[in-house]
């Protein structure tokens, strides 16, 4: 099973829970960034 990341499309048109999920969401794409950053630089 794959799953994709996105951007919100209208970041003032949320509901509450996705509101709320938000940092959550943000906490992991970061982690992932900074995984795909280190291993660009192994080459």
Known sequence: MFTI???????KKEYWY?????P????????YKTKEEKKKNVY
Do not use: C, F, S
Not at 5 to 11: F, N, Y
Not at 18 to 22: F, H, I, L, N
């Open 24 to 31: 959550i969401e943000n906490k992991i794409k970061n982690k």
């Open 5 to 11: 990341l996105v951007d919100p499309i209208d970041e």
């Open 18 to 22: 996705t509101a709320w999920k938000r």
